[in-house]
């Protein structure tokens, strides 16, 4: 039974992105409805899958295909992390696509899009449901492919080319850390079992355990866009909105924090590790929250936001925190999709990008300003939606651990989130006067009427940000019940049950969270007023200095391998006897060294 | 001097031949009967392997694929030999490599 659902689970999407492609342009209505239904059968099937009854225990494997000796088995293992994230990308992705049959309507090659938007699904929820070390490594680059393609999906515009190839250039540092990280692991473990690794990683050397670590940590920024790895997510919103919700909001920046989180019990006791984790996740905090203080695009601001939240997460994550984290991540993807998708909409009607021409649409959309505002809530993290339990409960755990630096970094987010998020909403819904940016002036759209396609996603999703935080004991006895090695960072439903109550909304770091938040606001209210402060101002040419730093020096770096590769290349000579000679050689100093060593 | 020494003599005359010969040779019909003599001293170097560890079996297997692998090797190699005859008229490595450019 759970060995079906899983199938299903992976098996959908990939079997629907091939149908949708051989489908291609020539009818469109059979396949937008086929990518849709791939979609649903998916995200249902994920669902059942936390109510399906069985008898868990510590092993939960559920599907094991033998692989070779050095392999090890293809398993797939349904506990409660990797529930938790496919049902995320389901039913997030579902809602994503059936978005995308009113965003997308009229653009061409749609066959491409919604066979790369499925595949990106049935990708995640392999990448999370994977026992194996190699496997997981194979879906998290199979991820990164699919957000390759899709930010480069206007594949006649040059800066969605470049953003695409920048994404995929930078996760690919991310990706090399990974794949250091396993080969090592398989050269000191008996096979590459997920399991071996949590078992025996107080057998592996400690040196070595700390590069594997390392390796691991660096995936997990690359992926999750941290400081400095951050640089590729602003750019990545050339993407066609839906996909920035589904890839770059609610799931494929996840698989960092889903990285993280799952090795922390083995990697844990090495030095420095988790300090690092903590320093990288509040840099992110503080630099994404700036970043989206000062942008003026719209998707730039959510996805600088992102960046911020997503530190939380990984912070979070560096505190032992494994299940306030994960319920961060739930929220987050949530209101943070909802969010993207009512920008999308918005962007729809206007046809520009730039908050600074938009303004007083909320008499003209009200069906996309309501979902907004509910979004917008919950990423400032008012009571009480959802981001206002999530917040909260990992501020409170940092508080009770006496963690004093991050309790600072967090609240201070807060007051952060509260100033970008406040400056947007106005901006986009309320602001009075539009100014003319560049020579053309945007028209503002009649009161439209959004097609079903459009709206229904909208709803669900705000339905979603205020009632996401309700099943949550069941993910607390769920994850608690089937993690055995990370039991002792993790809640029980009871636990969980007295965290979502009075107990947090009177607690002192509450209140001390919305006393921040509300000066964010207050800070916002009064700097709007006066147009040109110069404290605003010059923090916000620091925020870009630093952003340009950053993006310099990753230039620098690519220019750096260019010029390696074009010294290299004369090593390629094409004289075949020269290449015979090089050959021998190698065969000779191989042999020495095999030889020097017995 | 006993079968298993004359054997590797063998082997590494063959290896010598072929290497030679892929070293010296330009002519490209010529550097793939160097590279088949090549093959042929790796596939007798496992055979006496096999009979000298006493696993006869699995050299065989081991030998049989060899030999199924090296014929495909040669006959793509000779196709392209004569498709680059073909195009270019010329068989002269050396002269070929400036096709590069």
């Known amino acids: 039974m759970v060995a079906t659902l899983v199938f299903i689970v992976i098996l959908a999407p990939w079997l629907g992105a091939l149908l949708v492609w051989l489908v291609g342009d020539s009818r469109p209505r059979t396949r937008n409805t086929l990518a849709v239904l791939a979609g649903v059968f998916a995200a249902t099937a994920a669902v059942a899958l936390l109510f399906a009854a069985q008898p868990f225990t510590t092993d939960d494997t559920v599907v094991s295909i033998p692989f070779g000796p050095f392999i090890g088995h293809l398993t797939l293992v349904a506990d409660g992390l990797a529930v938790y994230l496919s049902i995320i990308a389901t039913v997030i992705g579902t809602l994503a696509i059936w978005f995308s049959v009113g965003y997308m309507r009229g653009a061409a090659q749609l066959g491409r899009y919604y066979a790369l938007v499925l595949l990106f699904i049935g990708s995640m929820c392999a990448l999370v449901l994977s026992g194996n070390l190699l496997f997981l490594f194979l879906f998290w680059e199979a991820t990164a492919f699919c957000s390759y393609a899709l930010i480069a999906f206007h594949n006649d515009d040059p800066k969605a080319v470049s953003a695409g190839i920048k994404a995929l250039i930078v996760t690919q540092v991310g990706g090399v850390g990974l794949l250091i990280g396993i080969l090592i692991a398989a050269a000191y473990l008996p096979d590459l079992q997920i399991t071996t690794l949590l078992q025996e990683s107080a057998n592996v050397p400690s040196a070595v355990l700390g590069v594997l670590a390392f390796g691991f940590l660096l995936a997990a920024i690359a992926k999750s866009a941290q400081v400095p790895l951050h640089i590729w997510l602003p750019d990545a919103m050339e993407a066609p909105t839906p996909v920035s919700a589904l890839i770059h909001a609610a799931t494929m920046v996840n698989a960092g924090i889903y990285l993280l989180a799952r090795f922390y019990p083995a990697f844990a006791p090495v030095p420095g590790w988790t300090v690092s984790i903590m320093v990288v996740g509040s840099l992110s905090i503080l630099l994404g929250g700036l970043l989206a203080m000062f942008a003026n695009d719209l998707k730039r601001v959510l996805a600088y936001s992102t960046v911020s939240q997503l530190g939380y997460m990984v912070a979070g994550v560096g505190l032992g925190a494994l299940f306030e984290s994960n319920f961060f991540l739930l929220s987050h993807a949530v209101y943070k999709a909802l969010l993207f998708l009512c920008a999308g909409a918005v962007i729809h009607e206007l046809g520009t990008r730039d908050m600074r021409r938009m303004g007083r649409l909320w008499s003209k959309l009200p069906q996309v300003g309501w979902p907004f505002l509910i979004g917008a809530a919950a990423l400032m993290g008012l009571p009480f939606f959802n981001g206002f339990w999530s917040k909260e409960l990992l501020i409170e755990h940092a508080a009770e651990h006496g963690n004093g630096f991050l309790f600072v970094i967090f609240v201070l987010g807060a007051g952060i989130t509260a100033y970008y998020t406040a400056r947007m909403t106005w901006l986009v819904f309320f602001a009075p006067g539009r100014q003319a940016v560049g020579d053309q002036q945007s028209t503002l759209p009649k009161r439209t009427h959004l097609p079903i396609s459009m709206l229904a996603p909208l709803v669900l999703l705000a339905i979603g940000v205020i009632v996401a935080w309700l099943p949550v004991e069941r993910f607390a006895h769920r994850m608690l019940l089937t993690l055995p090695y990370h039991a002792t960072f993790l809640i029980s439903a009871e636990q969980a049950d007295m965290l979502l109550s009075t107990k947090t909304v009177l607690s002192l770091s509450t209140a001390v969270t919305l006393t921040i938040t509300a000066l964010g606001v207050l800070l916002w209210w009064r700097f709007s007023k006066s147009r040109h402060s110069d404290a605003m101002s010059r923090v916000g040419a620091f925020a870009d200095k630093s952003e340009a730093i950053f993006n310099r020096a990753a230039g620098q770096i690519v220019t750096g391998t260019q010029g390696l590769a074009s010294v290299s290349q004369r090593a390629q000579t094409g004289q075949l006897t020269w290449n015979v000679v090089g050959i021998f050689l190698a065969l000779v100093a191989l042999l020495g060294l095999a030889l020097w060593s017995m | ?101």
């Open chain 2, 1 to 101: 001097m006993n079968s298993f020494q004359v054997l590797l003599l063998g082997v590494i005359a063959l290896l010598g031949i072929g290497l030679y010969g892929v070293l010296i040779n330009r002519h490209l019909i010529k550097v793939v009967i160097a590279l088949q003599i090549l093959v042929k001293a790796a596939l007798l170097a496992v055979i006496v392997a096999g009979r000298f560890t006493g696993r006869v079996s699995l050299a065989e297997s081991m030998g049989l694929t060899i030999i199924v692998i090296d014929t495909i090797v040669a006959v793509l190699a000779l196709a392209l030999v004569v498709q680059i005859k073909q195009r270019a008229n010329n068989l002269d490595s050396a002269e070929l490599a400036q096709l590069k450019h």
